[in-house]
Structures are given as structure tokens and as C-alpha cells.
């Protein structure tokens, strides 16, 4: 059973960067078709899926954040990061790193896994 939990700060101020790590457990995040996402939940809005980084290191990126994000990852430590940049108060979320097979359905990630999620609010 994969096991995956957020990390970061809880606060950043407006244009700055905002950098999040997952850290999964119980799984390698190289393991053959697995997709490793980020997805975040605005106040009060429904689920806003980020983008993901494949087994392969390959990226994909929302289209409406696509300016502003990148996702990476560091092996060694079977961790993944969002980064995104000129952050705005509309950024304020809980943050989700999740992880899954890819949908043939939809064509895209599924989220069997998922960490706790964690807060971080934009303000100055």
C-alpha cells in the first residue's frame, strides 16, 4: 500500500514561489506506469487536479497553470515537488500529492492514493 504525505510551508506571500513535497512510501515512484499528481481544493471549490510527473519523468501540466508550474522529482529520496510561482490569494488551497494507474477511460491519471492533503494560504 502506497503511502504518500505532503510537506511545505503553510504560508507564502503573493508572487513568490510556492514548493511542495510529497514523500511516498511503500512504492517507488519509478515503478513501471504509475502516475504521481498534484491536486489542490480552493476554499469552498471543488477539486483542481495540477498535473503529474510519470514513472517515466515525463511532466504534464494543467493548461490554465501550466505557466506557473513544474513538478520534479529526486529519486533518491522517492520524493516529487510542485513548484509554483506568482502565487495570487486565489492560490490558497489544500494541497494533495496522489498517486495511481492511468485511466484509459478518461485518459489520465486515476488517484488510488492519496496523502492527507496540506493548507497553505496566500497573504501578504
Known amino acids: 500500500q502506497v503511502q504518500l504525505q505532503e510537506s511545505g510551508p503553510g504560508l507564502v506571500k503573493p508572487s513568490q514561489t510556492l514548493s511542495l513535497t510529497c514523500t511516498v512510501s511503500g512504492g517507488s515512484i519509478t515503478t513501471d506506469y504509475y502516475y504521481w499528481s498534484w491536486i489542490r481544493q480552493p476554499p469552498g471549490k471543488g477539486l483542481e487536479w495540477i498535473g503529474y510527473?510519470?514513472?517515466?519523468?515525463?511532466?504534464y501540466y494543467s493548461p490554465s497553470l501550466k505557466s506557473r508550474t513544474s513538478i520534479s522529482r529526486d529519486t533518491s529520496k522517492n520524493q516529487f515537488t510542485l513548484q509554483l510561482s506568482s502565487v495570487t490569494p486565489e492560490d490558497t488551497a489544500v494541497y494533495y500529492c496522489?498517486?495511481?494507474?492511468?485511466?484509459?477511460?478518461?485518459?489520465?491519471?486515476?488517484?488510488?492514493?492519496w496523502g492527507q492533503g496540506t493548507q497553505v494560504a496566500v497573504s501578504s
Open positions: 510527473i510519470a514513472y517515466s519523468g515525463s511532466t
Open positions: 496522489a498517486s495511481g494507474g492511468w485511466a484509459m477511460a478518461s485518459q489520465r491519471p486515476d488517484f488510488g492514493s
